[in-house]
């Protein structure tokens, strides 16, 4: 689409220049008719001083007059091929920045889409980590809370019948040794 669009302003520019070309050419072949009439052809620049500012297309033309005291064939033929250069070259860099800027804007939104997109994929990943890490955390707590209870729990009854067995034991030894005696 875009280099469509290239190609066509660079037409429309050299068939303008063109079409512009030929008519100062025109213009400077009915300036050279009126400056040097044929045999028997009276120069128009003679009756009519209107010649003497005419213009076609920005192309002064004419005849020897209060515009033009030296005679000469006074056009701008020579500068249309420079201008045309410059029309083409004016309307090629027109395009390429409106391409370039439609470019940048484009990389621009994507950039900004997919940090976007990034970002946010970045924090629910981050979210979800951190409820991971706190699930696990308070799962480990609650299981070494658990486990020292019921380390806590066995050795208090491990303690307590320790002492009751120790306690038995003085207990029987003493009443076997007052039964003896």
């Known amino acids: 689409m875009n280099k469509l669009a290239i190609i066509l302003c660079i037409s429309s520019a050299v ?20 400056v040097a009439p044929g045999p028997g052809i009276p120069s128009p620049c003679a009756s009519a001083t209107a010649f003497t500012t005419n ?24 500068h249309s091929t420079f201008r045309c250069f410059l029309v083409v070259v004016v309307v090629v ?53 658990k486990v020292v209870v019921v380390v806590v729990v066995v050795v208090v009854v491990v303690v307590v019948v320790v002492a009751i067995v120790v306690v038995l034991v003085v207990v029987g030894v003493v009443v076997v040794a007052f039964s003896i005696v």
Request: hydrophobic share 65%; charged share 10%; glycine share 4%.
């Open 93 to 145: 860099v027109v395009v390429v920045l409106v391409i370039v800027v439609v470019f940048v804007v484009v990389v621009v939104v994507v950039v900004v889409v997919v940090v976007g997109a990034v970002v946010e994929l970045i924090e629910v990943l981050v979210v979800r980590i951190i409820i991971a890490a706190v699930v696990v955390f308070v799962f480990v707590v609650v299981v070494v809370v």
């Open 55 to 78: 213009t076609i297309r920005g192309v002064q033309f004419c005849c020897p007059g209060t515009n033009n005291p030296s005679g000469e064939i006074r056009t701008l033929n020579q």
């Open 15 to 34: 068939l303008l220049c063109a079409i512009n070309a030929e008519k100062r050419l025109t213009a400077a072949r009915e300036c050279v008719a009126d």
